[in-house]
């Protein structure tokens, strides 16, 4: 055993001193008093950036089971903008909505502390306690609102089709430690490469296992119907949060760990993960087509979107795992921003969810109509924003990796999901707002979140190339 | 004893688990089907252990208790909060989001 380095937990570390510091401010603060509980959550997230960057090609581990390669680092920075846009956008809503602000910035840092973790994991052991952080903190945001049964309910249900899918992943664990003595993806990788001719029925069960668990947190189908619920029953902003961080963290995993350890039985998952990926493209699309719900709709979209993620991760090529990091970028970015705007129009006793609610929207609200158009156009993969060179990043990875057939199938279903986004946009532009009564006027800080986002998604839709570098470089030094 | 005879009765213990969050109707004992599972992995974990004679399995059953304690703590106030709106615990009086 040499000595231990510390640097690679340093981001990690960061984020959690703030949530720490945050819940005990909270707890000790007088009955009152003001304290600005945002700004320590921001400031332990612009640490956990910082030294993210500096750590950057360095490769350090700490302790053997943590590592901070570019693709970690990367992710990181990328979670610590879903971080950031949650605090500003909470910061505007949580007196609203009467949440505790203090403990929903402490259980947010948490649940970023376990998809940290999560991403930089190089042991299975740790990343399924790294899955559990980030899950259980994510069961309690889903159900802050306890007033609200929606919620509650919601939280109840992720809660046991979350556990469910851990138990399963487990299982996996359990299975490979079982035939290879360890839990370290680098030996497990070794002994799996070894035996891939004639692979021991274990190992091809914990695949299994593995795939499970896996696809119920990245919501692909068929493991996908806790999604819909949780995001419609959470709070828009908790809803953004999940749908981007906890999708991210879990794509992350799932990548590290079919990629590298279990990358010699591609010829066994890859034909099971070739039809998830297409369920989950196709109905994504097809059922997000039906819903009037606009949060329902775009927990849809955003199951949609894991499928193009699948497709990034099927691809196995460098080009696939730079483009599934491109496009957890992007992706991150303009649902954060289109969730955020859900939240700022919704009040404590009405989401103003529904369709309906959007009617007219451009005479009442000019900015945020404008913003919320920019964002679906990015879901939707319009050039000139984020979400065009993405898809188009991810399903040339795709081709170039041969899959012909499925590149086809998520380029029809993201031409299907236009429609569905498009419908958004012409309800706030051209129809005339009925009855219902007008969503309060929107200022201050979370407008700047916004458009923070809005800057990220253009910049990354015209010059993607900086950024494109970048992911390059996070996956060429790795598996 | 065989690793098998573990594994079998492992196995089951998981399939039990299973088929009890899919068909039980009380919200507590959908809680304690998730813990089986759990329970039916450390029992796999640490027969794989002493297999291959190290503590690694044994400890790292630790580690999944403290995670499933934690579990449990947030499933059980989950449940109080849903008892709290609607004073049942039958899963069907919770259908205000489709399922």
């Not at chain 1, 919620?151 to 399963?168: D, M, R």
């Not at chain 1, 069960?205 to 119920?216: K, Q, T």
């Not at chain 1, 957890?328 to 609610?357: E, K, M, P, Q, V």
Request: proline fraction near 3%; charge should be neutral.
């Amino acid at each position: 055993m040499t000595t231990y380095s510390f640097d690679a937990v340093i981001p990690i570390v960061c984020v959690i001193l703030a949530g720490l510091v945050v819940m005990l401010a909270e707890a000790f603060r007088g009955r009152g008093e003001k304290m600005p509980l945002g700004g320590l959550a921001v400031i332990g997230l612009v640490g956990a950036a910082a030294s993210s960057v500096l750590l950057w090609n360095r490769n350090a581990t700490s302790f053997g089971v943590v590592t901070a390669d570019n693709f970690a680092l990367f992710l990181n920075l990328v979670l610590v903008a879903v971080g950031l846009m949650t605090v500003l956008i909470t910061a505007q809503t949580a007196d609203r909505d009467k949440l505790p602000a203090g403990e929903f910035y402490a259980t947010a840092l948490f649940a970023l502390v376990g998809m940290m973790l999560m991403v930089q994991a190089s042991d299975l052991l740790v990343m399924f306690l790294a899955l559990e952080t980030m899950s259980i903190a994510v069961y309690v945001m889903t159900g802050i609102r306890r007033e609200a049964v929606n919620g509650t309910e919601a939280a109840f249900k992720y809660f046991l089709l979350g556990a469910f899918a851990s138990a399963f992943f487990l299982y996996g664990v359990a299975f490979l430690y079982g035939t290879t003595g360890s839990t370290s993806l680098d030996r497990i990788g070794t002994i799996v490469a070894s035996q891939a001719m004639a692979p021991n029925p274990l190992v091809l069960m914990a695949v299994g296992m593995l795939l499970v668990g896996f696809a119920f947190k990245v919501a692909a189908v068929p493991f996908h119907m806790w999604s819909p619920d949780a995001y419609e029953g959470a709070p828009a902003v908790v809803t953004g949060f999940m749908s981007t961080g906890v999708k991210a963290a879990a794509i992350a995993g799932f990548t590290r760990v079919f990629l590298s350890a279990l990358e010699p039985m591609i010829g066994y998952w890859a034909p099971a993960l070739w039809v998830i990926a297409a369920a989950t493209m196709v109905l994504g699309t097809v059922v997000g087509v039906q819903q009037t719900s606009i949060k329902r709709m775009l927990a849809y979209s955003s199951i949609a979107h894991g499928g193009y993620l699948l497709l990034g991760l099927l691809a196995g090529s460098d080009v696939g795992k730079a483009s599934i990091l491109f496009y957890l970028a992007a992706y991150a970015l303009t649902n954060l921003g289109a969730f955020g705007i859900i939240a700022l129009l919704g009040s404590y006793s009405r989401d103003n969810d529904n369709l309906r609610d959007y009617a007219g929207l451009w005479h009442s609200h000019p900015v945020l109509a404008t913003l919320m158009a920019l964002f679906l156009l990015s879901l939707g993969g319009f050039p000139p924003t984020a979400g065009f060179i993405a898809k188009w990043y991810v399903f040339s990875a795709a081709i170039g990796a041969g899959y012909y057939w499925l590149a086809i199938i998520g380029f029809l279903s993201s031409v299907v999901s236009v429609y569905f986004y498009l419908r958004i946009v012409v309800m706030m532009f051209m129809t005339d707002r009925d009855a219902r009564p007008v969503p309060a006027p929107v200022t201050g800080i979370a407008l700047a979140g916004l458009a923070l986002s809005l800057a990220g998604v253009l910049y990354l839709g015209v010059l993607p190339s900086q950024v494109i570098e970048w992911a390059q470089a996070s996956v060429a030094t790795i598996f | 004893m065989p690793i098998g005879y573990y594994l079998a009765l492992s196995g089951v213990l998981f399939a039990i688990g299973a088929a009890g969050v899919f068909l039980r109707r009380n919200l507590i004992t959908l809680l304690l089907s998730v813990e089986i599972m759990l329970n039916a992995v450390n029992l796999s974990f640490v027969a794989f252990g002493r297999q291959q004679g190290s503590v690694d399995g044994q400890i790292i059953t630790f580690f999944v208790m403290t995670v499933a304690a934690a579990e449990a703590a947030v499933g059980l106030a989950l449940v109080i909060a849903l008892f709290r709106h609607r004073e049942s615990l039958n899963p069907e009086a919770f259908t205000s989001l489709k399922w």
